[in-house]
């Protein structure tokens, strides 16, 4: 197995392909976290009354609270005093126009494989790029207002929609949530918005890229995506930083609103800086993802492909309301090094003849932890509610550990729940089976492994999955032996 | 914060009745020095201990409160002896009358007990060697009931059987409840090298008093010996039981683990199997039958310690009126466990619109060449299965009944003796049957099943 070995010695060798910093002249607030920073973020943005009294009042809880242990991730404490909460690109840039924005930051997006000119003119994918703190390009704004959907930054849509904006924000995840979401909605900077029109079948697939800049920067996104009645969005994320010695915070909050009959895809391609090999700096991804199927008969799909982040703990969750709504959580978590993912769903099944699928592949190479852990809960009144949850573990190496930490309740006689979850690794001889006919036993992981997250690709709208598989390929190499 | 105050005023009672206990003259003065110490110390486990997520406290407080609420008279008199033989008769399995150990509320009785048989060495708490009271593992998840058990223990027992001994004869133990107590049942057992023992263990409670119980019980494997060990838990309805299980198994043991739950307001079973010793196996099985507002909570953890373990969990429920049950099983195997094949699946039956389960099957796993699987399904009678046999004659009750017994049928048949089979197969049906007609009723009542083609042929 020499060769296995070099092979992905080579693998774990590679470089973080995102890790340049880009030389932007960047406004940002000094380092700190208090009444002061959040007024001053709220009127930099100008904001309405409302959107500050939601700041302030996410402040005093965020005071009130501690942060949580019970994650199966271990990091020193964050100082919240050490962080910057609002990092923006100096130049003014006009979102109507693309010849405007720093030529600096578009080079930086085309290194990402996101050169936002050709998306522009590439059918099918709206762009909101996100730098640091503040929304830098948005893409095919235009074509999109015509048949009535909004698709903006947050801050714009709190200039521009206030009224959509004020009946939404916080109705998924309230302010006082948990420690980190209520920190979002104190200090966020940007994201996204959309809202998708009653009887509209989005035309194209909406995608926001994120990117940290700054060193010691926290970033701070919320996204709000509306779709209302008879309806369907697709969305894609994906998200990179630069490489640094000192861990940043990433806390997001994503809140998502399904009316009657209509459905939401939300897919993630998380590919933060993870750290180098001895787990110095990284990404610690700390997210809350919220879905509510607020009408009868509405859909949410959530995909995530997790890679990067020195530590991932998030869990995109769906609270069924509606009768007949139906949730779908897919999943493949790998990590690599000393990354540690904490990672799976809830399915809140509260409306009657509510569905949910739960497939989790979680993948841990090195001296990784992966952890999957989810909540699947039956309320009284949902009655035939029915989820089928399929948690997958591949170790990969005797030093990583996979664990499992489902949690059913079910409080409902006509629920049908299913449960089950295995856990292997690359066996030598499929391995050899594969060399046998030719293939090379990098090849031959690599395609193991993308029959092994198989399930979870083939719900990633199209260049996605390729470029999902290359990915895991790329993250993998050298880590058999 | 009332169920914190209600914690607060268990603890203190604890402390307050151990006070007037004396603890001086006691065999075991140092230990349960020691855990007293440990006790005023410590608080009483709470939501916010993982295992102890699912448990209602109010069961234990409100029995503790009654327990306590007259320390002078906290141990009463109990039943006078010929009241106790009778009792004693009904309950004793007829293969073991000759191998029969009992203890009532919680004390070892010697006079009741009927023991011969030289390969076993049974030992009471006056005359046990001091390492058999194991107590000094601080590791322990449950040094509180630990401490607690020491801290009240008046007598028990310690059973030792002899290296290369295969003993034919399965042994009973039989616990009696009979009055409102806090009862502290205690033993050790140890199965030496080469052995191999069968036990059955009862527990039985009077109607209407409101005990608690709190076991706590060791077993040590050592090598190649074999321990099968069956509990029937039919104690009374209005008590709280708590119980402690841990197991070490030393190279080539094995250990079959079959539990039953029929019993008790609110039981909580915490069951630790220990694999020390490389080609050991453990074969857990369980089944809860639990109707009317009763609760019952498995914990059940396994550690793979070592490589080339195998284990198989396998739980199994029955959940009707308001009952609540909790399956909390963990597979954990340690950094240096190759080659673990580990199985872990609970399979619920939920017959009423207010029953309710929480499943929880973890996997632990730190290392890489392994094969492990666990498994959770929750749901209710096959509508097709329940039609195919009523188009066969059968009446709906009995077709509901006999799907029923099939679902228990896979863990009442790893019962080895017959007497102790049909003992516990009745009184699985007894806490089905009071719901079947009313399970049936609700299923013809259910909105999907209506829709469905059957629902004609029903009427």
């Known amino acids: 197995m020499s060769n296995t070995q070099n092979n992905l010695e080579k693998l774990q060798n590679q470089k973080y392909k995102y890790g340049f910093t880009s030389d932007i002249e960047t406004e940002s607030f000094p380092k700190g976290l208090s009444e002061d920073v959040i007024r001053k973020i709220s009127s930099i943005k100008n904001e309405p009354k409302f959107m500050t009294d939601f700041r302030l009042k996410a402040y005093k809880q965020f005071l009130d609270m501690e942060a949580p242990t019970w994650a199966n991730v271990d990091f020193p404490k964050i100082d919240m005093q050490e962080i910057i909460y609002y990092s923006a690109p100096k130049t003014k840039i006009s979102k109507d126009s693309l010849d405007e924005v720093d030529p600096e930051i578009l080079k930086t997006y085309s290194k990402l494989g996101i050169p936002i000119e050709e998306q522009m003119r590439l059918e099918g994918i709206a762009v909101d790029a996100i730098f640091d703190s503040v929304s830098v390009a948005n893409t095919h704004k235009k074509a999109l207002a015509e048949i009535g959907i909004i698709f903006c930054s947050i801050s714009e849509a709190i200039q521009e929609h206030p009224e959509l904006v004020k009946k939404y924000i916080g109705t998924v995840i309230p302010s006082s949530d948990n420690y980190f979401a209520t920190l979002n909605s104190a200090v966020f900077s940007d994201g996204t918005f959309v809202y998708i029109p009653p009887n509209t079948k989005c035309p194209l697939e909406l995608s926001t890229n994120f990117r940290i800049n700054t060193e010691g920067s926290g970033q701070f996104e919320r996204t709000l995506i509306i779709c209302d009645e008879n309806s369907y969005v697709s969305y894609l994320e994906g998200c990179t930083a630069p490489a640094f ?104 099944h509260l409306g009657k003849n509510t569905k949910s699928t739960i497939v989790s592949k979680g993948i841990s190479a090195g001296r990784s932890d992966n952890t999957y852990r989810g909540l699947v809960k039956i309320g009284p009144n949902a009655a035939n509610a029915r989820n089928y949850t399929q948690c997958d573990s591949m170790l990969i190496g005797s030093k990583c550990s996979a664990n499992t ?16 979850a295995s856990t292997s690794k690359i066996s030598e001889d499929q391995l050899f089976y594969l060399n046998q006919r030719g293939i090379s036993t990098e090849d031959a992981i690599s395609t193991i492994i993308s029959g092994f997250c198989k399930d979870v690709f083939k719900e990633l709208p199209g260049e996605f999955a390729a470029e999902a598989n290359q990915l895991m390929a790329l993250k993998l190499e050298n880590s058999v032996g | 914060m009332k169920s914190n105050q209600d914690s607060i005023k268990f603890e203190e009672s604890i402390i307050r009745t151990a006070s007037k206990q004396d603890i001086e003259n006691s065999s075991i003065k140092d230990l349960k020095k020691k855990a007293l110490e440990f006790i005023s110390s410590n608080s009483f486990p709470n939501k916010k201990n993982e295992e102890w997520k699912y448990y209602d406290f ?49 004390v070892y009785r010697e006079d009741l007990s009927n023991f011969n048989n030289n390969d076993i060495e049974i030992s009471n708490l006056s005359n046990c060697k001091s390492d058999q009271l194991i107590d000094t593992d601080s590791s322990s998840k449950d040094q509180y009931l630990r401490s607690l058990n020491t801290l009240f223990i008046e007598n028990a027992f310690f059973i030792k059987v002899a290296k290369n001994k295969k003993i034919d004869k399965t042994l009973q133990v039989l616990h009696i409840s009979n009055q409102n107590s806090f009862n502290q049942i205690r033993s050790a057992i140890e199965i030496a090298e080469g052995s191999s023992l069968d036990m059955v263990i009862s527990y039985v409670g009077l109607e209407d008093s409101s005990y608690i119980s709190n076991a706590v019980i060791d077993c040590h494997l050592a090598k190649n010996s074999n321990l099968n060990f069956t509990k029937i838990q039919n104690d009374s309805s209005n008590s709280v039981t708590l119980y402690s299980l841990d197991v070490k198994q030393d190279k080539d043991s094995n250990f079959d683990f079959n539990s039953f739950h029929f019993g008790a307001k609110s039981s909580r079973d915490q069951i630790t199997v220990d694999l020390n010793g490389t080609n050991s196996n453990a074969n857990l099985n369980g089944l809860y039958v639990v109707n009317q507002s009763r609760k019952t909570h498995q914990i059940i953890t396994v550690n793979h310690n070592v490589e080339r373990c195998t284990s198989k969990q396998l739980f199994k429920g029955i959940i009707s009126d308001e009952a609540r049950a909790e399956f909390n099983g963990m597979i954990e195997v340690k950094k240096n466990a190759k080659l673990t094949d580990a199985k872990q699946l609970n399979n619920n039956l939920l017959l009423s619109p207010k029953a309710h389960i929480d499943s929880r099957p973890q996997l632990n796993i730190l290392t890489d060449d392994v094969k492990c699987a666990h498994g959770s399904t929750i749901g209710q009678l096959n509508e097709e299965e329940l039609f195919y046999l009523q188009s066969r004659g059968f009446n709906k009750s ?28 009745n009184l699985a049906f007894n806490n089905i049957s009071t719901d079947s007609n009313g399970a049936l009723a609700k299923l013809a009542n259910n909105d999907k099943f209506k829709k469905s083609r059957y629902a004609k042929n029903l009427k």
């Open chain 1, 245 to 348: 010695d000192t861990n940043q915070l990433h806390a997001a909050n994503v809140e998502l609103i399904v009316m009657k009959n209509a459905e939401i895809k939300y897919s993630t391609v998380q590919n933060w800086y993870a750290g180098d090999e001895n787990g110095k700096g990284g990404i610690y991804n700390f997210v809350t993802k919220r879905a509510i199927c607020q009408g009868d008969n509405s859909k949410v799909s959530w995909t995530q492909v997790e890679t990067g982040s020195a530590i991932t703990w998030k869990y995109p969750s769906c609270i069924l309301k509606g009768d007949n709504s139906i949730g779908e959580f897919y999943s493949v978590a790998l990590t690599n090094n000393l990354q540690q993912a904490d990672t799976g769903t809830k399915m809140i």
């Open chain 1, 405 to 420: 930490t489902p949690y059913i309740e079910v409080s409902n006689n006509t629920a049908n729940i299913e449960h089950e």
């Open chain 2, 58 to 106: 109010k069961d234990l407080f409100s029995n503790s409160s009654n327990i306590f609420s007259d320390t002078e008279t906290f141990r009463q008199e109990a039943l006078d002896k010929k009241e106790l033989v009778m009792l004693v008769d009904k309950y004793v399995f007829r293969e073991s009358s000759e191998n029969l150990i009992v203890t009532v509320n919680g």
């Open chain 2, 398 to 425: 009995d077709a509901f009944v006999t799907l029923t017994y099939s679902f228990c049928q896979e863990i009442l048949n790893k019962i080895k003796l017959d007497s102790v089979k049909n003992y516990a197969t």
